[in-house]
């Protein structure tokens, strides 16, 4: 069982297909899966995403939060869980992974909150006797700003370890599973973009480029910022930088990658490289205003 699936809203389609694996271990995200697995194969050893109400994310922005003071998909609730653990023994289902995702992209900042929200995942623990993994999820975060501090892993670890480590009240030992994703290649990817204008519009300074949202929606969509950095001789005089905001070629007011951001000066033709492009960038991409195209190269 080195492979598991975790979602939501899953058709039943999937769910067949899912199920014909059966060294797939799948994570249950709601009720209705839970009933459903136990329908089509009974006895089968299953996890459970429990959503412990509490959550954090890259800003404390709420598109990053997955669990939280607002009610969202993702997972078992604590008033929910009597009926789970009810459906899970009515069709013979072993749980034997608990499973938590609060939000993405959190930094050192956010820790306290993500604490919180480990606590409360783990009190779950309390009712299954018959769990040997604990998934934390994904969410570790990058910096995404200059200034930023890095993810101090350490002190991330250190909370798990408080949780789910040796020091156990209840002396189980437990397998303790991450989904680090973004973590281990975000900063890895660039998106190379041309500079098509440069102009003045009332008090702004636009730098038009041209490649637009739809190549990497994450700045529009989550206000996760991929910096643009200019391909250009270094300018050692920071007087003759500016604030400019770096505009796409979509035609929508929110095809905009930054705003405010100083930068040298720049010309038409000069290369920009937009940072922090890497994860699920191209993945996201799509051919919207027919703005699609662009290469992929692995270095």
């Not at 899953?10 to 067949?16: G, M, T």
């Not at 297909?17 to 009933?35: E, M, T, Y």
């Not at 969410?139 to 200034?147: I, M, T, W, Y």
């Not at 989904?179 to 300074?205: C, F, H, N, Q």
């Amino acid at each position: 069982r080195d492979i598991s699936f975790t979602g939501t809203s899953v058709a039943n389609r999937d769910l067949d297909r899912l199920l014909a694996q059966p060294d797939l271990h799948i994570n249950c995200d709601s009720l209705g899966q839970i009933r459903r697995i136990g329908e089509r194969t009974p006895g089968r050893a299953i996890g459970i995403r429990v959503n412990p109400g509490l959550g954090t994310g890259y800003g404390d922005n709420a598109r990053l939060t997955y669990a939280g003071e607002r009610t969202t998909k993702f997972g078992i609730y604590r008033e929910q869980w009597a009926e789970a653990l009810a459906l899970a023994a009515q069709h013979g289902l072993t749980v034997t992974t608990l499973h938590f995702h609060v939000g993405c992209g959190y930094l050192s900042r956010q820790l306290d909150a993500w604490e919180a929200a480990v606590g409360a995942a783990a009190a779950f623990l309390a009712d299954l006797p018959d769990v040997t993994t604990v998934n934390l999820g994904g969410g570790l975060g990058l910096p995404h700003r200059a200034g930023e501090a890095p993810l101090d892993l350490d002190r991330w670890s250190a909370i798990i370890a408080r949780h789910f480590g040796g020091a156990r009240s209840d002396g189980r030992g437990l397998t303790v599973a991450a989904e680090p994703g973004d973590y281990l290649v975000k900063d890895a990817g660039i998106l190379l973009l041309s500079v098509t204008d440069v102009e003045w519009k009332r008090d702004t300074m636009f730098v038009g480029v041209d490649g637009g949202f739809n190549l990497h929606p994450e700045p529009a969509h989550y206000d996760l910022p991929c910096e643009p950095v200019a391909c250009v001789p270094r300018e050692a005089d920071r007087t003759r930088w500016q604030p400019v905001t770096v505009a796409g070629n979509i035609n929508e007011a929110l095809d905009i990658w930054i705003e405010d951001h100083p930068m040298p000066p720049l010309v038409e033709d000069d290369r920009i490289a937009l940072i922090n492009a890497g994860g699920y960038g191209a993945a996201m991409a799509s051919n919207h205003c027919m703005r699609g195209a662009f290469a992929e190269l692995l270095i």
